[in-house]
């Protein structure tokens, strides 16, 4: 199981298996986050019962939520505004640096999608 929290720990979840790849895409909001993107269906990521409160960004079509933590500021994933949507990213910046180290990066290029 790999944890991940965000700086002040206020967010943290949990996932079973590191992802396969990452993704440092480079669309208009990615390319500034700087988010490394991992990518699983909603029931495999569990956030820590206690987590804090996020803020949620939307933009374009609002059909995503981009979400960071209340306290520090770090973006911690985005989920789809439909539920039904089975796809979520997590930051993968959050993971411990050595899970991340291991894991190849590939490069989206959401700027041109
Ligand atoms: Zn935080």
Known sequence: MIEASCHCGAVRFAVETAPGEVNDCNCSICRR???????YQPRQVRFAAES???DIYMWGDRMLEFHRCRAC???THW???DRAHGRMGVNARLMPPEVLAAIPVFHGDGASM
């Open 33 to 39: 986050y700087g988010t490394l993107w991992a990518y």
């Open 52 to 54: 804090g409160p996020t």
């Open 79 to 81: 989920s789809p505004v």
């Open 73 to 75: 500021g770090c973006v």
